[in-house]
């Protein structure tokens, strides 16, 4: 069983890169084949992951999603080319995780639908774009199928047309979210955007973040959402494992071009390494009860 799991909220600064980032190298480190996409413009995970130099170095030789979103549009396109966008041993742990794998993003792909609406079709809607790459969709998801077993998509806070493309061979998606009204809002304008597409896709969970132990408004909201009524009806059940604020996660990511950490645990501290072990556990028992689910269709 392979699985894509979207990291998405409408709202920005939730930790969305910071937790798909961590998950990532969770899954990596207990000998999983996980695939890193990155589809923000802000490059952030592919710059946590490679470091500032080989993330431009990526962005220069033209290996980066939106090089390969690029290829797609083409009706030739051959999945052979795949593997080309794909830097292997990402990560700064152990000097790059075996079983870590990223497509980097670009600067580039906020400009995509300009970039390429004259090129050789000359096709200019965001429904005409989407149509060409659908074309090839079912490529690409048995290529991420055959050579991984999760693959975790990093988003902007945006239904950016990247996001749009993506989406069709998600399965599931968890939305980071911080306890807070703006933050909720944007995860319930996430749902009414991709209902909207027609897509069935699961919201897998919502990732509780940032979360200030002693703050009791916060332990308030997190209760609050359990009832899923009013502005919480469609707010997905939250995992049981709530990821705090703490400076240990943000300089574990934000400083990791300075560290060399040796395994996971070291790197996010034993105890919050130990939060998101419980979280993988949570997210792949999850993804198991849907497979199984599916199934039973
Ligand atoms: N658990 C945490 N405790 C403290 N700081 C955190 C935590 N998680 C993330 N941060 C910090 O919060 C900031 C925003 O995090 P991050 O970049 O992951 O959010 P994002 O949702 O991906 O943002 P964007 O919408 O811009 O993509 C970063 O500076 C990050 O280091
Ligand atoms: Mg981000």
């Given at each position: 069983?392979?699985?894509?799991?979207?990291f998405?909220?409408?709202?920005?600064?939730?930790a969305?890169t910071?937790n798909?980032?961590?998950v990532a190298?969770?899954?990596?480190?207990?000998?999983?084949?996980?695939?890193?996409?990155d589809?923000?413009?802000?490059?952030t995970a592919s710059?946590?992951l490679?470091g500032?130099?080989?993330?431009?170095?990526?962005?220069?030789?033209r290996?980066?999603?939106?090089?390969?979103?690029?290829e797609m549009?083409d009706?030739e396109?051959?999945?052979?080319q795949l593997?080309t966008?794909?830097i292997?041993?990402?990560s700064n742990?152990?000097?790059?995780?075996e079983t870590l794998s990223?497509?980097p993003?670009s600067?580039?792909?906020?400009?995509?639908?300009?970039?390429y609406?004259?090129?050789?079709g000359?096709?200019?809607?965001?429904d005409?774009?989407?149509?060409?790459?659908?074309?090839?969709?079912?490529?690409?998801?048995?290529?991420l199928?055959?050579?991984?077993?999760y693959?975790?998509?990093?988003?902007?806070?945006?239904m950016?047309l990247?996001?749009?493309q993506?989406l069709?061979v998600?399965d599931a998606?968890?939305?980071?979210?911080q306890?807070?009204?703006l933050?909720?809002?944007?995860?319930s304008?996430l749902?009414e955007?991709?209902r909207?597409?027609?897509?069935?896709k699961v919201?897998?969970?919502?990732?509780?973040?940032?979360?200030?132990?002693?703050d009791r408004?916060h332990a308030?909201?997190i209760?609050?959402a359990?009832s899923?009524t009013?502005d919480?009806e469609?707010?997905?059940t939250?995992?049981k494992?709530?990821?705090?604020?703490?400076?240990?996660?943000s300089?574990?990511?934000?400083?990791s071009e300075?560290?060399q950490?040796s395994?996971f645990?070291t790197?996010?501290?034993p105890?919050?390494?130990?939060?998101?072990?419980?979280l993988?556990d949570?997210i792949?028992?999850?993804l198991?009860?849907?497979d199984?689910f599916?199934?039973?269709?």
């Amino acid at each position: 069983m392979m699985s894509v799991v979207m990291f998405t909220n409408l709202k920005g600064g939730v930790a969305k890169t910071t937790n798909a980032v961590a998950v990532a190298e969770c899954l990596a480190s207990r000998g999983h084949r996980t695939l890193m996409i990155d589809a923000d413009h802000q490059c952030t995970a592919s710059e946590l992951l490679l470091g500032e130099t080989e993330m431009l170095r990526a962005d220069k030789h033209r290996r980066t999603l939106h090089d390969l979103l690029k290829e797609m549009l083409d009706p030739e396109f051959n999945s052979a080319q795949l593997p080309t966008f794909v830097i292997e041993k990402a990560s700064n742990i152990g000097g790059g995780l075996e079983t870590l794998s990223i497509i980097p993003c670009s600067i580039r792909i906020d400009e995509f639908q300009t970039n390429y609406a004259k090129g050789k079709g000359g096709f200019k809607t965001n429904d005409e774009f989407l149509k060409m790459f659908g074309r090839n969709k079912n490529r690409l998801k048995s290529w991420l199928t055959r050579s991984f077993d999760y693959v975790i998509i990093d988003c902007p806070p945006s239904m950016a047309l990247q996001v749009q493309q993506l989406l069709a061979v998600t399965d599931a998606y968890i939305i980071p979210c911080q306890p807070n009204k703006l933050s909720y809002r944007g995860a319930s304008w996430l749902r009414e955007r991709i209902r909207r597409t027609g897509q069935k896709k699961v919201a897998l969970g919502t990732l509780w973040s940032m979360v200030r132990g002693a703050d009791r408004k916060h332990a308030e909201i997190i209760e609050a959402a359990k009832s899923k009524t009013g502005d919480f009806e469609f707010i997905p059940t939250g995992f049981k494992t709530q990821i705090p604020l703490t400076v240990s996660i943000s300089h574990a990511t934000e400083e990791s071009e300075n560290m060399q950490p040796s395994s996971f645990r070291t790197k996010y501290d034993p105890k919050f390494a130990k939060l998101y072990e419980e979280l993988c556990d949570e997210i792949m028992q999850r993804l198991k009860e849907l497979d199984e689910f599916k199934g039973e269709k």
